[in-house]
């Protein structure tokens, strides 16, 4: 495949995007996700006059009438999309006080802006298999995307940055609870987001409820400050609880479970716990869920420990298994169900 890489101004692709003649957005293109923070740090870049990377456009189709052709934003759409926010003043763009609108700029400035040359790297025609292909080599990693990581690429806002500095705590890395394998494909990033997407909300499916708090606090996450608070709460609180490191409490279902239970009695029920007590009940109970663990038929029986050893061996992240599991350590805190 042949390219070729010329210059085009900010404002002729403005005027090929406003024309229809730049679709912007491909169908085969994933729908990604700038925070106005992202935005505004890259006009921040185009109008102190820096360079940004390439963008990458194919030959689109052709009215056979007119001879008018159209050409398809193959890599580069939320740069264009943002330039053309910026331009128009969209309310779907909110700057930060270090970039002036574009109408307040002087006309010197929007001269340079609109003069600013972005490297295009026109693909000619080519077929739309090839267009696929090129796009997603563009963006590929060596291997296949987990949840998280697709989330990562998708959203970097301040709910996925909270998300993150939760997950780097000390708590985490002190009791071991990832491999640095599992930090590597963001295993501890996904954990930690489930958590406070669950302290926020109540227990879901696997990652359903996750993609909808992310989009929500996007731009801004409000509840930073107290849900910091109660997090730090929660992690001292089982940190006093002094559980031994060869404590199931320490496998990610068990321990993802202690948190939200620990979270609901002391954050929501504002229960006085004492943390040598619960410790004392709950390896009590860890106990007797060992030690079904090693009977054959341990998950055909009715009680507890079988109940929840099979939720925590089975369809782990579902949502029966967290309430069977939510409901069963409730009870041992606090006396109630889930």
């Not at 689109?60 to 330039?83: A, P």
């Not at 494909?185 to 696997?206: E, G, K, P």
């Not at 509840?223 to 609880?241: H, P, R, S």
Request: proline share 3%; no cysteine; glycine share 2%.
């Amino acid at each position: 495949m042949k390219t070729t890489a010329t210059n085009r101004k900010i404002r002729e692709l403005l005027t090929q995007l406003r024309e229809g003649r730049l679709e912007p957005r491909p169908e085969f293109q994933r729908r990604l996700v700038w925070s106005n923070t992202d935005k505004s740090a890259f006009l921040e870049t185009v109008l102190f006059n820096l360079p940004f990377p390439e963008i990458y456009v194919a030959a689109g189709s052709v009215d056979l009438e007119t001879g008018e052709g159209k050409e398809m934003l193959v890599d580069g759409q939320q740069r264009i999309t943002t330039l053309a926010q910026y331009f128009t003043g969209s309310q779907d763009l909110r700057l930060t006080s270090a970039i002036k609108p574009y109408k307040e700029l002087s006309s010197e400035e929007k001269e340079a802006f609109l003069q600013y040359d972005v490297v295009v790297r026109d693909m000619g025609r080519v077929e739309i298999d090839q267009i696929r292909e090129v796009f997603r080599r563009i963006n590929a990693t060596r291997y296949a995307l987990n949840a998280m990581e697709i989330h990562n690429a998708r959203y970097e806002g301040e709910y996925k940055r909270f998300a993150e500095s939760v997950a780097q705590k000390d708590f985490f890395d002190r009791h071991r609870v990832f491999r640095p394998a599992e930090i590597r494909r963001m295993q501890d990033t996904r954990f930690a987001i489930v958590f406070v997407t669950t302290i926020l909300s109540t227990y879901f499916n696997r990652d359903d409820t996750v993609e909808d708090f992310l989009i929500q606090y996007n731009d801004e996450f409000p509840l930073q400050q107290d849900t910091e608070k109660e997090v730090n709460t929660i992690l001292n609180f089982v940190e006093a609880m002094n559980l031994p490191a060869e404590s199931r409490a320490w496998k990610r279902a068990d321990l993802f479970t202690l948190l939200v239970e620990v979270h609901h009695a002391i954050a929501r029920k504002k229960r006085h716990l004492d943390p040598q007590n619960s410790a004392r009940l709950l390896l009590e109970f860890y106990s007797a869920v060992d030690e079904r663990s090693s009977q054959p038929d341990a998950t055909e029986r009715a009680d507890k420990a079988s109940r929840y050893y099979k939720s925590a061996l089975q369809a782990t992240n579902d949502r029966s298994s967290r309430i069977t599991r939510g409901n069963i350590i409730r009870e041992i805190l606090v006396g109630e169900s889930a």
